[in-house]
């Protein structure tokens, strides 16, 4: 009989999960079973199958349904088949039927493989976003594999070698990972990339099609490992931009790499490596913003932060950050770490087309009680 007595943390997980699945149309059966389910009230349960024995067949399909709809997550499909396996086993045991016990143990093993398929095809993309700020691109990947086209492969970091992030964003692409809705028809509109890509500034988005859906195709190694680059090809496209890639001026021939394998950006322009591009409109007048802001961290083990405008507003646009990321007023923004590991406030860009918060000193480097002369203030509030 398969009926699993849990611990008390999971006790409390499942019956979180039974508040937020709940619903007005839940059966009275099933809200009893749940109860009983979580509170491990087997004596309760054993009566509460008998009396219900005419009703439990429907009540498991009822749960099957609910766990295949599409708009389930696998955990909460898990959920649900599990609490149907409960009700299957019981009723297989106290009222002689097996029949919809066999029907749900058919539906874990699809659903088991299901999921075990989608984690091998995450795994499959992962080496080519291992490189911060990489995307796969595969939303449409239905409408490629019936063109016989790969998916797409965007190397942020090699695009960031020839234009600012302002160039791009916000206003021909948001700065949200699959917020875009990147298509075909978008770019034969000249949109999204084709803004670039047009065949004059860029290689046409009509053209080569298998230059953009590169994804295991021979020489995509040179978008995500360092060391195979090809400086003299970066160094003739960004010359036709008006960029530029003084690869001669790397340390030993090399980009400075940090401890966690990310390009340093900052290390790159000090050395006068590369010059992007501040706009493809010539009119364009750059706004950067020139002032720094102490944030005092709130616990006394940690260093300050000294955040500098000029650094950010050179690569990105103040209506980037502001007012949807971070209020536009000091002390208005209550950040934790939690917040921004959450992809808020810094995590927007940081650990995604930034270096990591892993490398913690890289912003925690102002000692308590240094004083940064013109500095505005911020307190981080506990």
């Not at 005419?54 to 349904?65: F, G, R, T, V």
């Not at 950067?288 to 102490?294: A, P, S």
């Not at 955040?307 to 949807?324: A, E, G």
Request: with cysteine.
């Amino acid at each position: 009989m398969k009926f699993i007595l849990h611990s008390t943390a999971l006790l409390t997980a499942a019956f979180l999960i039974f508040l937020s699945y709940a619903s007005a149309q839940q059966s009275s059966f099933r809200s009893a079973f749940i109860i009983n389910y979580i509170g491990n009230n087997f004596v309760q349960q054993v009566e509460l199958v008998k009396k219900n024995k005419d009703i439990l067949p429907e009540e498991i399909k009822s749960l099957m349904a609910d766990a295949i709809a599409p708009d389930k997550t696998y955990e909460q499909k898990m959920y649900f088949l599990n609490l149907a396996n409960a009700m299957a086993s019981m009723h297989k045991y106290w009222n002689n039927d097996d029949k919809p016990l066999t029907e749900i143990e058919t539906i874990l093993r699809i659903e088991v493989q299901k999921e075990k398929e989608r984690a091998a095809e995450l795994e499959k993309w992962k080496k080519y976003e291992k490189f911060i700020g990489n995307i796969v691109m595969k939303e449409h990947r239905m409408q490629m594999e019936a063109a016989g086209l790969n998916p797409v492969v965007f190397p942020h970091w090699l695009h960031r070698i020839w234009f600012q992030c302002k160039v791009c964003h916000q206003d021909i692409f948001i700065m949200k990972k699959g917020g875009n809705d990147i298509s075909q028809a978008h770019l034969s509109e000249g949109k999204q990339c084709a803004v670039c890509h047009n065949g004059k500034l860029a290689f046409g988005a009509d053209e080569m099609c298998e230059k953009c859906h590169n994804a295991g195709r021979p020489g995509i190694e040179s978008l995500y490992d360092m060391t195979k680059i090809d400086h003299k090809k970066i160094k003739d496209i960004a010359e036709h931009l008006g960029a530029e890639w003084n690869h001669e001026n790397l340390p030993k021939g090399k980009a400075p790499i940090d401890r966690f394998g990310y390009i340093n950006w900052l290390e790159l322009k000090a050395k006068n490596v590369f010059k992007p591009i501040n706009s493809l409109n010539k009119d364009f007048k750059d706004e950067v913003r020139d002032n720094k802001i102490l944030f005092e961290s709130a616990s006394p083990m940690v260093n300050n932060v000294l955040f500098d405008h000029k650094i950010h507003s050179t690569w990105i646009q103040c209506s980037t950050c502001h007012p949807s990321i971070f209020a536009d007023k000091l002390g208005e923004n209550r950040m934790k770490m939690t917040d921004m590991a959450a992809g808020k406030y810094c995590g927007h860009c940081h650990g995604k087309v930034s270096f990591t918060f892993a490398d913690c000193l890289r912003c925690h480097n102002i000692p308590k009680g240094e004083i940064v002369k013109d500095a505005l203030i911020h307190k981080v509030k506990p």
